[in-house]
């Protein structure tokens, strides 16, 4: 059973299970994470990560023993639909209840997929569960990596469970980890900062984020913001357009990738040592940002005089 910021080693099954904080665990098979509750009325798990798939409840088993306490899962919260964090859904018992945000079922629902069933209990903005006496918080604060993901927070654990946000010890990887709203990812992390708590659930790496994790992760996208200003600030569109007269989709490609490299270069510097992967996918995420300050703010967006 592990402390905060400990990196366990994975066994042989597969899976490591660690306590979080009195009757909270989290289970990790080194790239994935979900965690679960044991309460009175049976457990409660948060996601079911495919990757981890039968081993979720062999954790459990191996919990329950040890501790005297029913094995039964009883309810499953989902953080958001995404197959990576929900596809072992359907492992558990049709009659367990299911609980996600309102969207989360819509998204379900069209994508049909048998091994995630829609949540039959959803919410819009808030809804707090009592669960066998524990108090389980749930938020939805606007779109941000999916339409659909929400704050889970444990007050009674001193635990915050944020998926596909921050990825603890390493940068976002794949285009701000896939976000589809970059002003919403990026505003992810300042509500995450709004709540009590010690202990993160990130949903991936193998171990728990720390409060320094997130506001490493916050600093990180804000200076990726700065460099991107900057570089829309100071490279001259124009010059691709007239090197590429005649191929309009030419000119945009080299601009756009010429911004996204100034705009990288300094953060790469700056993070690499600090965050892993930064050398790998600043790049991207880089990309998007830049996207996102010209589209969603209108920043360097000039109207025809
Ligand atoms: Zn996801």
């Not at 945000?101 to 949540?119: M, S």
Request: aromatic residues 8%; negative net charge; contains cysteine.
């Amino acid at each position: 059973m592990d402390g905060v910021a400990i990196a366990p080693s994975i066994s042989g099954q597969g899976y490591y299970v660690g306590r979080v904080e009195g009757n909270l665990y989290r289970i990790t098979d080194g790239t994935y994470q979900c965690a679960f509750m044991t309460t009175s009325e049976g457990v409660v798990l948060f996601d079911a990560p495919a990757t981890i798939g039968h081993n979720i409840q062999r954790a459990v088993d191996e919990v329950a023993t040890a501790t005297g306490v029913s094995n039964k899962v009883t309810y499953l919260i989902y953080s958001h639909h995404h197959a990576d964090h929900a596809g072992a859904s359907s492992l558990f018992d049709r009659n367990i209840t299911r609980i996600g945000h309102e969207e989360t079922r819509k998204l379900l629902l069209r994508d049909d997929d048998p091994a995630r069933p829609a949540p039959e209990e959803t919410f819009l903005d808030r809804r707090t569960l009592e669960i066998g006496g524990e108090r389980i918080e749930l938020a939805w604060h606007g779109s941000n990596h999916s339409p659909d993901n929400i704050f889970i927070h444990l007050p009674g654990h001193a635990a915050l469970m944020l998926v596909d946000i921050v990825n603890p010890g390493s940068a976002a990887v794949c285009h701000s980890n896939l976000a589809n709203d970059i002003p919403g990812y990026i505003g992810a992390a300042d509500y995450a900062l709004t709540y009590p708590w010690k202990y993160f659930i990130a949903g991936h790496m193998n171990r728990l984020g720390t409060r320094h994790d997130v506001a490493t992760h916050r600093r990180y996208m804000a200076d990726i913001g700065d460099s991107s200003r900057k570089a829309l600030d100071t490279i001259d569109p124009t010059l691709y357009f007239a090197k590429h007269a005649d191929n309009t989709w030419a000119a945009i490609r080299e601009y756009l990738n010429a911004t996204t490299a100034a705009a990288a270069a300094p953060v790469i510097e700056k993070y690499s040592g600090i965050l892993e992967a930064a050398d790998l996918f600043t790049a991207s995420t880089t990309f998007q940002v830049v996207q996102s300050m010209r589209l969603d703010l209108g920043y360097a967006s000039q109207v025809h005089p």
